[in-house]
């Protein structure tokens, strides 16, 4: 029975759409545009996607501003710190060279001398080399909690 009433509805629709010409039913189509509407949707459109493009733009300005902010700060906390680090190292070379130079004249001018003073001098440096790390340890940690 029931298979019997499907099968007389599918025909009763199938039969309906064969009588009714496809033209004649209008599903709330707006096909009355005039010229002036379609300019107006036309404009209405190219300003939303100037809007969108414009937003993109900014975005993408925004954030190469803020990169290349973050990566001159970063170079330039290198740069600091390696600038530390050179000012050390030049500062321990200088004094090796003096204290090798001394070593040297004492050698030749008081021998027993010498070794007290080599023994010094390798304390010093040791000293120098500890306070050189402190110190780039320090402008390291000064460079990290530097805003940026």
Known sequence: MKTLR??????????STMLVPAGAVTFAQT??????????TAGSDTKAATKHTAHAVKHTT????HKTKSGTAKVADKTKEGTVVAADK??????KAFDKTKEGTEKVL???????T???DKVKEKKMAAKDDASVEKQKVKDGTTPQ
């Open 31 to 40: 096909s009355c545009n005039t010229a002036g509407q379609d300019m107006h």
């Open 90 to 95: 030049t500062k321990e070379t200088t004094v």
């Open 6 to 15: 499907l099968t007389s509805l599918a025909s009763l629709v199938l039969a």
């Open 62 to 65: 925004k954030k190469g501003y």
């Open 118 to 120: 080599v023994a010094k």
């Open 110 to 116: 008081a021998p027993k001398k010498e070794k007290t």
